[in-house]
């Protein structure tokens, strides 16, 4: 590809509402535009990246066995309302009428529909097991849009399949799954973990998530001793000690107006982790629950809805059992407290205003539901708590959506079993994101080569019509025919102006052809990664072979 002949609209000035590194430089770098809220286009560069690396799924995906296809985006509302995710999900579900007036959903995922294809088909267990997988746009009407492509109403996902006998069945094909995701995100060039997660709106039995650690996540990594990593919103640990509440501090407390736990705290000129903290929430089916952690710790919401096993929401002000910021335990009220409360003595609301009091801890109903804080420990070691991107999740769905949508096969002897599934998406955006948050610097875009736009870019120097500029154009069609994809930098621009979108779009090996290489024969050779000259340049007669030669080298 000419440059004179890319529509690469680059930009010196970053969007002025842009935070995430990846945001700026993808706009910078020419890559995307936005449309509307939440709503991206691809140009041309940044979609070569994007197939790059939906071309690298793909390869992965075949290679255990998935057979691509393809399922509409606009489904009939009714396979939903069987599920029942049309009712459970919100609002970011995209709901609309045809001119028939039916009920029709935009898929923010293709469960329902795979299953509905599958229930069709599959009969007799020599059917199983089975993988399909497409890439497919999904909408999801995302409430607060941000970080560029990193969150948006419209992407595109892979999303595969699993069918299978038995729980055994569904297990060896996750597994597949999470060797081939590794592989994934391996070529692509990226640090990534791989973590426990919670099901969420997916439902099923596990799941695993796969995060790439950068500072525009925003989910948070808890890493520990042994291997561990888990998301914040299951993680567990254990926590840092307190020491305990001084005896000089005893009885029935007057506290007025301190209603929260740093002002308590601060009165009474002790750590916070002397204190409960009361979480009046109303259950699904309990009722209200006081639930109570240490002072110095937070509620983990999908914690507690884990750990009581039902949806709740917080109680309103009219019914609590108490005046708010004055909440402790009480009689005849259902409670729970987290598992790291220890039997002590603890400074607690008094259930009146201005009023707090000690309350002597022995035990109750205890439950994990407190989120993993810095200064936690796993094994006796600290853990590690690193903000990250999203770029894949797992799941092991069992028959959570075989049953209500009939997927059955019969056995050797005749008899009926539901199908287990399994649910697997990557999102190629996230990926080429990823990278670049990972490998950005202030000057642009340092791509890993497996993904990159261009693997090679060729500046050439000079005016177009000059030698410069015909012997970079003969580098630039060598480099072509030996399979590399290069962009040739022709335009009659600054040199200046020719290294700095270089250095911004971010090809890995950037060759430079001016008057000296015309003198010496050589073209000057620099990687994008930390840019680095390489000695002894590139011989403008054998640059292929010398271009294969140092690809092994280059990240």
């Not at 000129?269 to 903290?277: D, F, I, R, Y």
């Amino acid at each position: 590809m000419r440059m004179s002949q890319l529509f690469l609209p680059t930009e010196r000035q970053p969007p002025a509402d842009a935070e995430a590194l990846s945001h700026k430089l993808m706009v910078r770098a020419g890559l995307v535009r936005q449309l509307g809220s939440g709503l991206w286009t691809w140009l041309p560069a940044g979609w070569r990246t994007h197939q790059r690396v939906v071309q690298l799924i793909r390869e992965e995906i075949d290679a255990i066995g998935g057979q691509e296809m393809l399922m509409p985006v606009l489904q009939p509302a009714e396979l939903w309302k069987r599920s029942g995710r049309y009712q459970a999900i919100g609002d970011e579900l995209f709901r609309l009428h045809d001119r028939r007036d039916a009920d029709m959903v935009l898929a923010m995922t293709h469960e329902e529909a795979v299953t509905f294809h599958a229930a069709q088909s599959v009969r007799s267990y020599r059917d199983l097991p089975m993988i399909l997988y497409h890439f497919q746009i999904k909408e999801r009407d995302e409430p607060r849009p941000r970080a560029g492509v990193l969150r948006t109403r419209e992407f595109i996902m892979k999303d595969s399949y699993t069918f299978d006998r038995d729980a055994e069945g569904l297990a060896a094909s996750y597994q597949l799954h999470r060797e081939a995701y590794a592989r994934i995100y391996d070529r692509a060039g990226l640090e990534w973990f791989e973590c426990r997660s919670d099901v969420g709106m997916m439902g099923g039995t596990m799941a695993h998530e796969y995060m790439a650690p950068c500072a525009a996540g925003e989910d948070d990594v808890v890493l520990g001793a042994g291997g561990y990593s888990a998301n914040l919103e299951i993680a567990t640990a254990d926590a840092q000690p307190v020491a305990p509440l001084s005896d000089e501090i005893a009885g029935e407390l007057h506290t007025p107006g301190q209603t929260t736990i740093e002002a308590v705290a601060g009165g009474l000129g002790v750590p916070a982790g002397n204190l409960l903290k009361a979480f009046p929430v109303i259950a699904e089916e309990r009722g209200l629950v006081l639930a109570f952690v240490r002072g110095d710790h937070r509620i983990g919401d999908i914690k507690l809805t884990n750990a009581l096993g039902q949806t709740w929401r917080p109680a309103n002000e009219s019914e609590l059992p108490g005046p708010a910021g004055f909440l402790g335990p009480k009689d005849g009220v259902d409670m729970v407290f987290d598992e790291a409360i220890a039997p002590g003595r603890y400074v607690v609301g008094a259930n009146a205003p201005d009023h707090h009091a000690v309350f002597a801890y022995e035990g109750g109903e205890t439950l994990d539901i407190r989120l993993v804080e810095p200064g936690d420990s796993i094994g006796g070691a600290p853990v590690r708590i690193e903000p990250a991107i999203e770029i894949g999740n797992i799941f092991q769905l069992g028959t959570r959506y075989s049953v209500p949508l009939g997927l059955t096969f019969s056995d050797e002897h005749g008899k009926e079993h539901p199908v287990f599934m399994g649910s697997y998406g990557i999102g190629p955006a996230r990926i080429a994101a990823a990278a670049v948050e990972q490998y950005g610097d202030e000057r642009g875009i340092a791509w890993p080569k497996s993904i990159a736009p261009f693997d090679v870019e060729v500046v050439a120097l000079g005016k177009p019509g000059t030698p410069e500029q015909e012997a970079a154009a003969g580098l630039y069609r060598q480099l072509q025919a030996a399979g590399f994809s290069t962009l040739l930098d022709d335009r009659a621009s600054g040199t200046g102006e020719k290294f700095a979108d270089a250095e911004l779009l971010g090809a890995p090996l950037r060759l430079t052809v001016g008057k000296r290489s015309l003198e010496s024969g050589i073209a000057e050779a620099q990687l994008r990664r930390g840019q680095v000259d390489q000695e002894g340049g590139v011989p403008l007669a054998t640059a292929a072979e010398a271009v294969q030669a140092l690809w092994p080298t280059i990240p």
